[in-house]
């Protein structure tokens, strides 16, 4: 064989060794493959190796089965009470069927990109100014529920959309920082009027409990002091009793010696009327003379007979 045939028939192998690896196909995890034969749909290819008829097949799209991020620019809305706004979005789609997203739209980002901003017109259209600020979640899902349905027939799942930024004009971000600013005001004022309020009833409770307790400390002295005096008049009165009791007893101790010494009659009744006169000293004490000498001598007897019994006792 010539080297001619030889370089041929090696640049042949190499060729066939070319087209051969050229059909043999690997498709990635989270990847899908879409196959045309002579231009029409044939199948879609899954994660694996996969071989293609040369000349005959082809793969016409590698389609991404990841969730996807795509971030809109700002879009100018207006709001019901007519304020004209930019908005931004980002949207969160992932492509559940390549088929669909092969052959459904021409280009589906810029379709999502449209019919986004489509979508928040209407939606934003139906909200005053207030409404929309605060209302962020609400109009999240109204939009989600409303490009999922759209985007169905195109192969694509919104799983969610989240409003980026909300920039209101000029104009009313400073009417919105004076407001919040006055708002941030009053909540001062009114938090330091309840403070002082407070204060003053904290005060004034105070004040309350101390006059209470003022009030039963001097009830409780008043009551010490007049237990004292009481205490005091019964042991006044206990030892004046006391003390008239021993004088009435030295009297009659007197008389006895008297009498045991052989005193007579006169002597005996002249000290029993000093012993009347030393009784008659007492506060509660009356004494009456008889007016005769006779009632004397017979008084005398008597209060001899009362020493006689207190002796016998």
């Given at each position: ?278 009784l008659a000293n007492g506060k509660a004490t009356k004494i ?26």
């Amino acid at each position: 064989m010539s080297p001619v045939a030889i370089i041929i028939l090696l640049l042949v192998v190499m060729i066939a060794i070319t087209i051969v690896i050229s059909c043999i196909k690997i498709v990635p995890q989270a990847n899908a493959f879409i196959l045309e034969r002579l231009g029409a749909y044939k199948e879609t290819w899954s994660t694996g190796v996969h071989f293609k008829v040369p000349f005959i097949e082809r793969v016409a799209m590698r389609v991404n089965l990841k969730e996807q991020v795509v971030d809109f620019p700002p879009q100018p809305v207006i709001t019901k009470d007519n304020v004209t706004m930019r908005i931004d979005t980002v949207v969160f789609f992932q492509i559940t069927d390549p088929k669909l997203y092969a052959y459904g739209v021409e280009n589906p980002i810029m379709a999502i990109e449209n019919l986004t901003a489509t979508t928040l017109r209407n939606v934003i259209g139906e909200m005053e100014l207030d409404e929309t600020l605060t209302s962020r979640e609400i109009i999240n899902t109204k939009m989600r529920a409303a490009l999922d349905m759209a985007t169905d027939p195109w192969g694509i799942k919104v799983n969610r959309v989240e409003l980026k930024n909300i920039m209101p004009p000029t104009a009313i971000q400073d009417a919105m920082e004076k407001q919040m600013k006055a708002e941030r005001e009053r909540r001062e004022a009114i938090l330091i009027a309840e403070g002082e309020k407070k204060s003053t009833i904290l005060i004034a409770e105070g004040k309350k409990e101390s006059a209470i307790l003022d009030a039963e400390a001097e009830k409780q002295a008043a009551i010490l002091r007049a237990e004292a005096e009481k205490e005091k008049m019964i042991r006044e009165a206990e030892g004046e009793a006391e003390a008239i009791l021993k004088v009435h007893q030295a009297n009659a101790q007197g008389l006895q010696y008297l009498k045991e010494a052989g005193a007579d009659e006169a002597v005996l009744t002249l000290k029993s009327l000093e012993a009347l006169a030393t009784l008659a000293n007492g506060k509660a004490t009356k004494i009456i003379v008889p007016s005769d000498l006779q009632g004397i001598a017979s008084l005398a007897t008597t209060f001899k007979e009362v020493v006689s019994d207190d002796k016998k006792q």
